[in-house]
Nanobody
Framework: QVQLVESGGGLVQPGGSLTLSCVAS???????VGWFREAPGKLREMVAH???????YFADSVRGRFTISRDNAKNTLSLQMNGLKPEDTARYHC???????????WGQGTQVTVSS
């Protein structure tokens, strides 16, 4: 059982940056970990993930603006978000799962609002 807790969300102006962090209660070393986001009226979107071999995936909507990293020793992962746009407004959840997109564990999320 892995419990995940996110932090770092907030209100930011368009073009700004935020770093989201996620701390796991158990070991994440054997999981692909990543982030998905949910916004009212929109489908869940898998934003980014990083595998155990440190291969990364990014959604087309964020590629080039977001980076993802993990620290297995600390059981943490981060999402660096640059060049934020209003359409990035959503609740961001970290998760632990598999490279093919299954989500085994996820956190409660942290709200990101991009607005002037």
């Amino acid at each position: 059982q892995v419990q995940l807790v996110e932090s770092g969300g907030g209100l930011v102006q368009p073009g700004g940056s935020l770093t989201l962090s996620c701390v796991a209660s158990g070991s994440i070393g054997s999981y692909t970990v990543g982030w998905f986001r949910e916004a009212p009226g929109k489908l869940r979107e898998m934003v980014a993930h990083i595998t155990t071999a440190r291969s990364t995936y990014f959604a087309d909507s964020v590629r080039g603006r977001f980076t993802i990293s993990r620290d297995n020793a600390k059981n943490t992962l981060s999402l660096q978000m640059n060049g934020l746009k209003p359409e990035d407004t959503a609740r961001y959840h970290c998760y632990a799962g598999s490279p093919v997109g299954t989500v085994d564990y996820w956190g409660q999320g942290t709200q990101v609002t991009v607005s002037s």
